[in-house]
């Protein structure tokens, strides 16, 4: 049950954002026009630093998930679907994971764009599977922690924005070890050599992911 | 209780003003000068005093934050409020004050060392806290965001400070020797029993302070429940 | 069914409701009037377990809440102001979604009958955002009658529909009452209630002023009672 729970709400979301592209575009958009601003801000040129992609990678999905999340469950308020959805005998954590993991996925769609554009004007090879990785895990706990927290500023007078301002210094652990892994691989460096901030990364995981499944009632009840 | 402080709470103040009294005359009187130092060094009793007062409000928030979300009884709510205010003031005070440690030690007001960066962290993170209270206007719901914003808040500033620590030691590009806060000076008995004093000084003006902010908060509960039914 | 006692729902400085005592058994259509503010979408609010009581009991179909909401859950359907629906979803794709948070059994058949109860059956693969108020409110009771719930709570269910929609909602309300459900609607619009309700209950300023049953309705009728219950306030 929890299961097919969180699978109709991913369902949902995709398909409403297949027939709309809102959020997904909005994120992309935005995306590119941050990568741009930083080219011009860090004069990058050809071949940067590893440490400055990595960096200008990571400051670009930061703010864009932000967009996401913001997106994600105040479009539901705003057209009074979330009470539909809590109306049902759900389980809130599965609604809670329905919603996580489309923020993720629109995450992840956005990063399939950048990251191919980025090597595109920096000629940097951002095709190193484990650096994959290490965005698959860090969007995970950002998506996680994201999803939570918008549920708290969406009710907020100030709604969008105040998710960055209650998210980003909640996720700087989470931001500093994947911006270390990022760019200790695009030095070229092997993945042992960054593992134990991979290590890291799959502990803030499970921490950001175990705490918003426990407080999520708390935040969307009510 | 209604008229006036309870007699505790009283000369607990008193007794929390004339050990500060104590604690200041220790400072400048009874511990001894330091030698490489100088008399900035008298800065480290205050400051870790200070510090240490702002970490137990945090501790306090987050205890009573979790009692909240299991009782829902606004009492604890406003307690929280209160450990964070007042942890708030007293590491500014921290910050404050290594600052002006720093500037002859270090030769710099400011160094992105583990301890500093964290430090600075909480208190956007608490800063966070009130800018979510804020906005939000029926109470109960108030009380819940702020509690489960504490927790979550409180989880991840160890973590900060670990993945800045781990970040730091790997690539030692601290300005200063390596972790610089940790440099250890010998402390003389005189300047350990001043050091001890400090830290019992503070926890008691913690506590008595912690005492007035929750009365007060009670307080005000009271005269808007009185208000609300006055209008009804 | 419904049973709620001493229910207070204060929201900061505002007492919604205030000690109201309410109940309502199988078969009953109660149709909960009073002008705006007086506690009727609060009081729908807390029975679809979206609000938590500040104090007071309420039990609906025999689970106390707010601590057995899910179960209570299970046996209510709510037709809200809002038609909460997904417009970039079609009526059948929304009823589908719902019917799987449901857990509806046989779940295509189900939605089937539900299109062709509320006379949607040939516009369910439009897009909801397609949709006139009239039809999103049909597809609205469609949603909370999806899952065969036992107590169907309706707010101001007639707000902007035109003649032909209030006729086909009268006689969709009619069937559901027929079926032996609890229906309670919200309204401040005495004619719609007037023509299906079995009881009438009034609300004032979060209280219950009235309560009388459609026999017991005095010669000068409902309207001079409703009047008479407002203004004596």
Redesign the interface.
Known sequence: ?FL??V??IL??DL??EW??RQTFSAMLVFALVVIFLFNFALELNRGAQAVVTSGVIWVTFAFCGTLGFNRSLSAEQD???L?????????RAAIYVGKALSNLVFMLATAVVVLPVYSLLYNTNLFIPAFLLVVLLGMLGYAALGTMLSGMSMRSRMRDLLLPVLLFPVALPLLVAVVKASSGLLEGQPLSAVRHWMDLLVVYDIIFVTVSLLVFDEVI?? | MRSGHPRLLLSLSIAASLLLCLALWAVFRYAPLELNMGAVQKVFYFHVSANWAGMLGFLVALVVSVIYLRTADLKWDIAAVAGIELGMVFTAMGIVSGMIWARPTWNTWWTWDPRLTTIAVVEMVYAAYFMLRQGI???ERRARFGAVYSIVGFISVPLTFFSIRFARTIHPVVIGSGDSSNQVFNMTPAMLQTFLLCLFAFSVLFVVLLWHRLRLGLLAQEV?DAA?AC?? | MIEVSCLTKR???K?ALRGLDFRAVAGEFVALLGPNGAGKTTLLYIL?????PTKGEVRVAGCPLPHHA??A??S?G?V??????????TAR?NLT??G????VPHLPQRVDEVLCLVGLMECGNN?VRTFSRGMLQRLAIG?AVLHDPQILLLDEPYTGLDQAACEMLDAMLHLQAMQGRVLVMASHDLGHAARLASRFDILVSGNLKVSVFREQIPAEGLSALYQQAVQSQ
């Open positions: 049950m097919r729970t699978w109709a369902w949902k398909v409403t027939r709309n057209r009074g679907c009470d539909g959805l809590l109306l049902a005998p759900v389980n009840e009510d | 206007e029926e109470c808007e609300n209008w009804e | 929201f900061d400085g007492t679809a377990s979206l609000l938590r899910a179960a859950r299970r209510v709510f809200a102001h809002q038609p909460l629906l997904y417009p970039d979803l794709e979604f719902f799987r948070l449901y857990a897009l949603r």
